[in-house]
């Protein structure tokens, strides 16, 4: 069998295959230069190289049979499973953990995410038949198409803002958000911009989705959308943040080094999208209906739960060997501060538990893990994290400062450097390791900006938390109320 049959064969790709598929004509710029390769960018390549890491490991005999399974004899991500079981679901659950533990959780844009999302929306496609009978066949086909390439996804769901009294009712602007242009035989022609494409970079595709949150107007038929394209499409630009991995070390760096995810804002200047490639165009009620009614924000919000988990556990972690490290963890205080952080995980841990445990089959056939607990973890954690990192400052205190760099550890200052950085339990070297590392977690321009993610990357806090309530069923408890008030 040649390599493109095996590669035809076999729904899995390797590191290599992956970063091959990103050198294309893509047109991504950062700090005011375009990018020629991203996979040999200095700002970029890394996160690129961690990314092809991982994909390697789907044919490692020590994670393969949890992060892929088979299906007629072909092998696929495991993400790409369509849950026919509770068993099946908690599956998905292992193979979603066992990706984000390879970053504890600080890459979190791994493509089992997005592709939690195209699972679902093949799965339930009868629902785009809503909108156009054609559409069905089109995401299932993409499906197919995502799943036997092994695809790296990206998304990108959010208008700019241009006036946020006109946005809070749900109404856009042309001015800059993306819009159809022009309908042609051969597509739809769109031009605008989009916030956010984390990872977009890095991903071979973009699916460009109305937001799970964030209500288009009746009126708002030009805006109302959803397609995938690669990222290589003529047309499509990629506007970069600033990088934070800025060359150093995996010691002095360990984070930034490693999990560079890149964030970037999306321009479409008149760019073709086939018609193979629409999955729901021109009905806006529809598109406000379709991650839940597809259930496809349960499938991402799942794949985010377990991610959060190995996340608030590797913070729980770096805690107790920040304080075991001078002894503190003899602390009431300190085991106290640990508890909370120990509390958090382990809510996190329940949800998920919950979620599974209880996840019943659905219109379309599938199983889909219990909602409530999920939501309850998408609004909370956005508010655990920053409290974590909290945690972390207020018992790193000024040991996020005494970190001199590797470098340090060998030059004229070596001898001062074992000297005055030990501590009772590790010796200078250990130590700096240590507390560099939580300076990356809770200090650096890369920590800060994981702080934002959690806090924003699945919409503004208000209008989920005001979700939540609308779904809760509040009923049986006022009826509680209101009976012992008529005792
Ligand atoms: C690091 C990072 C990565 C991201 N990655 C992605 C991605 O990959 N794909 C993607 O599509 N998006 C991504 N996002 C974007 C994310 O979805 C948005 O940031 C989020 O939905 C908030 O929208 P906004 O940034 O436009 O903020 P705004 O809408 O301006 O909200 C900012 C604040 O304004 C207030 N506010 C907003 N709307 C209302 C309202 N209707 N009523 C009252 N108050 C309101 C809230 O207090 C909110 O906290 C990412 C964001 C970040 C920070």
């Not at 390769?37 to 996160?47: F, I, K, W, Y």
């Not at 990706?99 to 699972?119: E, H, I, L, Q």
């Not at 952080?341 to 538990?353: D, L, N, Q, Y």
């Not at 973890?377 to 945690?391: A, D, G, Q, V």
Request: proline share 4%; charged share 25%; glycine share 6%.
């Amino acid at each position: 069998m040649s390599v493109a049959e095996s590669r035809l064969h076999n729904g899995i790709r390797n590191g290599a295959q992956y970063l091959e598929g990103l050198r294309d004509d893509r047109d991504v710029w950062m700090q005011g230069e375009k990018v020629k390769d991203v996979t040999s960018h200095p700002g970029l390549c890394r996160g690129a190289e961690t990314l092809a890491r991982f994909m390697d490991r789907q044919f490692d005999p020590k994670y393969q049979d949890r992060v892929t399974y088979e299906d007629n004899g072909h092998r696929y991500a495991t993400s790409h499973m369509v849950p026919r079981s509770v068993e099946d679901v908690i599956r998905r659950g292992d193979a979603f953990y066992e990706w984000a533990t390879w970053s504890n959780g600080m890459f979190g844009r791994t493509p089992d995410y997005k592709n939690a999302s195209v699972m679902a929306f093949a799965a339930s496609a009868e629902f785009l038949a809503e909108g156009r009978p054609e559409f069905v066949d089109n995401m299932r086909n993409y499906y197919q198409f995502v799943r036997n390439n092994d695809q790296v996804l990206t998304h990108t769901l959010i208008n700019p803002t241009y006036n946020f009294a006109q946005a809070k009712e749900g109404k856009y602007d042309a001015k800059v958000a993306l819009e159809v242009v022009k309908e042609t035989d051969a597509g739809i022609v769109v031009n605008g911009a989009r916030l956010l494409a984390t990872l977009g970079p890095h991903a071979d595709e973009i699916e460009v989705f109305p937001s799970t949150l964030l209500k288009g107007s009746a009126e708002n038929i030009p805006f109302a959308f959803a397609f995938a394209i690669p990222i290589s499409t003529k047309g499509v630009r990629l506007i970069c943040r600033d990088t934070y991995d800025h060359g150093k070390s995996t010691f002095d760096a360990p984070l930034a080094s490693r999990y560079e995810e890149m964030d970037s804002v999306v321009i479409f200047e008149n760019v073709l999208v086939p018609w193979e490639r629409v999955f729901m165009y021109r009905e806006p009620l529809l598109c406000n209906r379709a991650f839940a009614d597809t259930n496809a924000v349960i499938h991402m919000m799942h794949q985010v739960v377990c991610g959060k988990l190995a996340k608030a556990e590797f913070i729980v972690g770096l805690l107790c060997a920040m304080a075991k490290a001078t002894g503190k963890d003899k602390d009431m205080n300190v085991k106290g501060m640990i508890a909370e952080a120990m509390w958090m995980a382990e809510s996190v841990r329940a949800f998920r538990f919950q979620a599974e445990a209880l996840a019943a089959e659905d219109q379309y056939g599938t199983f889909v893990p219990q909602r409530r607990p999920l939501d309850t973890s998408r609004n909370t954690f956005p508010k655990m994290y920053p409290r974590l990192i909290e945690i972390v400052q207020l018992l790193g205190s000024s040991s996020l400062m005494a970190t001199p760099a590797e470098a340090d550890l060998t030059n004229d200052l070596a001898d001062d450097v074992a000297k005055y950085f030990q501590t009772v339990n590790l010796n200078s070297e250990d130590r700096i390791a240590l507390f560099r590392l939580a300076h990356d977690v809770a200090v650096s321009g890369f920590g800060n900006r994981q702080v934002l993610y959690e806090r924003f990357f699945f919409g503004p806090q208000n209008i989920m938390a005001s979700i939540y309530y609308d779904l809760y069923n509040k009923d049986d408890m006022i009826a509680r109320v209101e009976e012992l008030l008529k005792r």
